[in-house]
């Protein structure tokens, strides 16, 4: 057993506040007036009782674990359903050591039952729970936003209903089963999916959706955004404009929305510095085409965009935790085994667009990253995923024991309690809660009442008195509606240090402004198109849209906003060259660090009649110091 855990359950919350206090035994009162039975047969399962409920996913296969979305077009009714199981339920393991049955079997309001369940997340008041379902046949089984109350009521749909549009335009799936074309309405309506749902405490909704049809650039999987729905509205709108996929929106306690970012722009500055163009074989690039996953960070009026774990390793599922820092799951060398890790927010120890090819980021010091327990509470190795917090002080996770020689079973996957401390060499194995033999048990989340920003800001309207009536891009006139992008940081240092900007000799700063940048230039990366009669799929076009004069470090200019073609921004130099500068400090290697003034990680979109604000070319993108430790209400 691991230290401090067995002592923990008897002083479950030694140092918490009395009303956080009060909040959880709230919580189990309310659990236990009424709701589902228990179902006692699960009870054999469970090794260890937890300090708060948890809810979690028992699943055929690790499916949930895989962040990407599979490599499949999907053309054919009813298209291709990504992370799918053969069967998924939702379970909610209680301090008492008693399980229960949250879906499976359950009726909805229509009847229908789920067969399928992932990501499941707790409302901030610590009584509901958001995850995404998917239906029986004779229903398509495409992925929708369900909830239920804590202790099993009022099971219910939240996104995919009468009212809901669905996606923004046709999406890939046309024919149906007997080889005609499904009429295009229905297509909107039925070919799409939601996942990963989060409550931002107010009856706002924000989930991952493929809503706005893309199949990216150089593949065929189903690109996703974070979106978000206001309180009372009946549609969704994106709030980023990934091509690839954006995945696990949270809400932090201070507003920010943390998400992991699919970077795997295919677009790289040109060999004579003069353009940026897809990379193609045989063709040669000054910069490199991305693929990382990024721990990311934005709010719901889409500002503040900008990072929050940027690593080599591939940040997946973040969670702000409460020692103030994010954990999240990432890779590991061994195939098939995972392993989770925390980071100090900021932690910046890669920038894969702005690189030259082939050079890496300077030795640098400052922040904290520690990868998480790698051996179970017997010795054997152990792949370890799906982390998020759990009061007062631990971290849940999905674990299972790790043969070298393959990939862990399915039924080897139980749910895991360590401290957040990690007790690395004493005892820091975590310990075992839940092993149902059957199932993937994963994805476990703590319900406890939890602090939340209370108030969302909108984007603010831009002043539209100069706005012209159509742009003038090349070889075409854009009529559409516009946004307003400003930029007068550019020269400006950052004005809190992040963690990284020091390098291991002591040397400041990594990270520099660019001081001659002259001239910004705008390229849109059309999606794909499904509306052709003959054609499945139109991939999109890249386009240089235009470019803008730089004046003392300011810009303002009019951008397209056309959901259907985000934009990438690179700054140039007096020569007319994707501006290239360095900062001239050197790590113990004698390396320095060398960037190109280009926004590749990701891509932006514009909303109509907005002014959106941004903030420099520095390396890593906007760092903005906020506290999102994870605090109980």
């Known amino acids: 057993m691991v230290a401090g855990l067995s002592r923990r359950r008897t002083r479950l919350l030694v140092g918490v506040s009395v009303a956080a206090v009060a909040g959880l035994v709230a919580v189990g009162f309310y659990l236990a007036t009424r709701g589902v039975a228990e179902a006692p047969d699960l009870r054999r399962f469970v090794r260890a009782k937890p300090p708060v409920p948890v809810v979690f996913t028992s699943r055929t296969d690790p499916s949930s674990f895989a962040a990407a979305a599979p490599e499949a077009e999907g053309f054919r009714y009813p298209g291709t359903i990504p ?24 009726p909805l309001p229509d009847g229908g039952t789920l067969i399928d369940v992932m990501s499941p997340t707790v409302s901030p008041d610590g009584r509901r729970v958001l995850f995404a379902g998917r239906r029986a046949a004779p229903d398509p089984g495409r992925w929708r936003i369900y909830e239920v109350e804590l202790n099993g009521d009022n099971l219910r749909q939240l996104t995919g209903g009468p009212d809901d549009p669905g996606c923004v335009s046709n999406p890939p799936m046309r024919f149906a089963a007997d080889g005609g074309v499904l009429p295009e309405d229905e297509r909107r309506r039925l070919d799409y999916d939601d996942i990963d749902p989060a ?163 300077p030795r640098q010091s400052g922040g904290a990253f520690e990868f998480g327990p790698d051996r179970g509470p017997d010795g054997r190795p152990l792949s ?31 749910l895991y309690l360590v401290s957040h401390a990690w007790e690395s060499g004493d005892g820091g194995a975590g310990e075992l809660l839940f092993d149902d033999p059957g199932y993937v048990d994963a994805e476990p989340v703590a319900a406890y009442p939890r602090v939340t920003r209370t108030h969302f800001p909108e984007l603010a309207p831009a002043d539209t008195s100069n706005m012209p009536a159509f742009l003038s891009l090349p070889g075409r006139r854009y009529s559409g509606p516009l946004g307003l992008v400003q930029n007068n940081a550019i020269l400006l240092e950052v004005n809190t240090p992040f963690p990284g900007q020091t390098t291991d000799t002591g040397k400041r700063s990594v990270s520099v402004p660019p001081t001659g940048i002259k001239q910004i230039a705008f390229y849109a990366s059309h999606r794909d198109r499904f509306d052709d009669p003959h054609l499945p799929r139109v991939p999109g076009r890249w386009e240089k849209l235009f470019t803008t004069e730089v004046q003392w470090g300011d810009f303002k200019t009019w951008v397209p906003a056309d959901p259907s073609a985000p934009t990438v921004l690179a700054g140039l130099g007096a020569d007319g060259k994707v501006f290239r500068w360095s900062s001239g400090v050197t790590d113990s290697e004698g390396r320095s660090a060398s960037f190109y003034a280009l926004a590749g990680d990701h891509y932006s979109g514009t909303k109509a009649g907005k002014y959106h604000f941004c903030y420099g070319c520095h390396v890593g993108h906007t760092y903005i110091d906020i506290d999102i430790g994870e605090r109980l209400k």
């Open 199 to 361: 409550d931002r405490g107010d009856g706002g909704l924000l989930f991952a959706s493929s809503r706005l049809p893309d199949l990216g650039r150089g593949h065929a999987r189903r690109a996703t955004q974070i979106w978000h729905r206001p309180p009372g509205d009946a549609a969704p709108h994106p709030i980023t404009a990934n091509r690839n996929n954006d995945r696990w929106p949270f809400p932090t306690s201070e507003g920010a929305i943390l998400f992991s970012l699919w970077s795997r722009n295919q677009e790289a500055v040109t060999a004579d510095e003069r353009d940026i163009q897809p990379v193609s074989p045989g063709r040669a690039f000054a910069t490199a085409a991305t693929d990382v996953w990024v721990g990311a960070r934005t709010y719901t009026d889409t500002a503040q965009f900008g990072y929050a774990v940027k690593i080599p390793h591939p940040v997946w599922r973040p969670r702000p935790t409460f020692n103030n820092r994010v954990v999240f799951m990432t890779d590991s060398p061994t195939a098939g085994r995972y392993r989770i890790a925390q980071a100090d927010w900021g932690y910046l120890r890669n920038a894969p667009s702005a690189l030259p090819a082939g050079e890496r980021m």
């Open 384 to 414: 370890a995923a799906t982390p998020s917090p759990c009061p007062p002080d631990g971290v849940l996770f999905s674990g299972a024991a790790h043969d070298p020689d393959r990939a862990p079973l399915p039924g080897s996957y139980g």
């Open 83 to 106: 992370w799918a199981s053969a069967e998924g339920r939702l379970r909610r393991l209680d301090p008492n050591g008693r399980v229960y049955e949250l879906t499976w079997g359950r």
